[in-house]
Structure formats: structure tokens, C-alpha cells
């Protein structure tokens, strides 16, 4: 009996290692921003990183404000995580993730950027926020899909994986505010 308790433990145990805590995401060096001024676009985006208290506990919080024009025709703003070695292999080795957010009622997409996609047309999905309310999104990297503007590439291939990013959805925006915390790699 003890070994079983043992086992079941250590079992446990691994499976709670393997979990990515939202603080393994708490290295502001990693996170970027991007736009549309490449494409001749004058959307703009602002991040910032940080500890806040969300329901009485605090997380690490990755927050955007911005605005989307149509200077682009399909202007867009966004943010990302770049992870690292470790972070990386345990997200490679992963059936999906899960965050939180609190948004400003508009859709966003979550994007599995991986290295196979040459045009940017990322696989992903759309979520959609509550106006200042915590929303709590799970995306199964096997319900991720390119959005079909450029060259097709099949299913996602999560052993391709090098970075997640969040993107705006349609155009313009007046404004858009998102903030992302408690991230967890699900097995």
C-alpha cells in the first residue's frame, strides 16, 4: 500500500511539474508588441507587464492598449511571448493552453506562431472578452486553424511552435484593451 501511495505521489508530482505556472511567464524580457507600420499601416499598440491583484490574488499581467486604423486596409495590432529553451519543449510537448483574460468586449485571436508558416498566416482561434469582466479561454492546439488567406499548411504542427501571440480581429478600432494573466500548459 505504501508503494502505491508512493507511486501515486510521485505520479502527481510529475504531472504538477509539467503544468507551466503562470509564473513561468512572468519574464517581461519576452514579450513584444507589433503592428501594421509595416505594411503602412499608423496603428499603434502600448504594452505593459506587471503584478496586479485580479480577484483577490495576484498574478503577473500582460496588459495592450491600443487602436487598429484602416491607413492598412486590414490594420491589425497585437502581442506576444517568445519563450525560451525549457518553456518552449513543454509547450511543444503540450495538447494546448489555457489564460485568462479581461478584455473590452471585442474578439481577439489567440496565434500558435510556428516556424512552417512563411506568410503569416498563423494557426489559431478566436476568442471573444466581457467588457471588464475575467473571461477564462482554453485553446486545444487540435482546434487551432490558419485563417485561410495564405498558403495552406494542413493541421497545426505544435513541434514547430517558437512563439503565441494576440492579435486584434477586423477594423478599425477606436481603441482596444486586453489583459492576459494565469497561463497554464495543459498536457
Known sequence: MKKLGMIMSVCFVLFLTFLISSEEFTSADVWFTYNDKGDGGTSYISMTTGQETIGGKSYFVVSATGKVTTKFQYGFVGFGYKPDGEILARLK?????KFKCIGDGKSYRFRAEATNIRDFDYHGKVFSTKNGQVVEVYMPYNSLRQEGWGTARGGFRK?????????????????????????????
Open 93 to 97: 510537448a503540450a495538447s494546448g493552453i
Open 159 to 187: 513541434a514547430n511552435l517558437w512563439q503565441i501571440s494576440f492579435q486584434t480581429v477586423g477594423q478599425p478600432h477606436a481603441s482596444v484593451s486586453l489583459k492576459v494573466f494565469d497561463f497554464q500548459i495543459v498536457p
